[in-house]
């Protein structure tokens, strides 16, 4: 039925609308903030405040979390 299909459809982009922020940040962006991030984590200061995209983005995505955990451990190796 047609009626259906629209429905469907419909929910579809009703839930591309949600999941994806006009304000979202790709890894790019999260990768070359990532380094003050992390300076600022360091720092004692909040970083999730400061630059709350970058968090947002940590939260999401698993790649650039890993990177933000390594580079968080590796910086505080050598401080
Ligand atoms: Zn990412």
């Known amino acids: ?5 629209s ?10 609308i949600m999941t994806t ?3 979202e940040i790709g890894c790019d962006e999260c ?5 003050r991030f992390v300076e600022l984590e360091l720092a004692g200061k ?8 970058i968090q947002d983005h940590l939260d ?6 890993e990177e ?3 580079l968080l451990a590796a910086l505080r190796a050598i401080t």
């Not at 429905?7 to 591309?16: C, E, F, G």
């Not at 990768?31 to 380094?35: Q, T």
């Not at 999401?60 to 979390?65: I, L």
């Open 1 to 5: 039925m047609t009626t259906e299909l």
């Open 7 to 16: 429905l469907d459809s419909l929910k579809r982009i009703v839930r591309d």
């Open 21 to 23: 922020r006009p304000d």
């Open 31 to 35: 990768v070359e903030e990532l380094d």
């Open 46 to 53: 909040n970083a999730a405040e400061a630059l709350p995209l």
């Open 60 to 65: 999401r995505c698993g790649d650039c979390h």
């Open 68 to 70: 933000f955990e390594a």
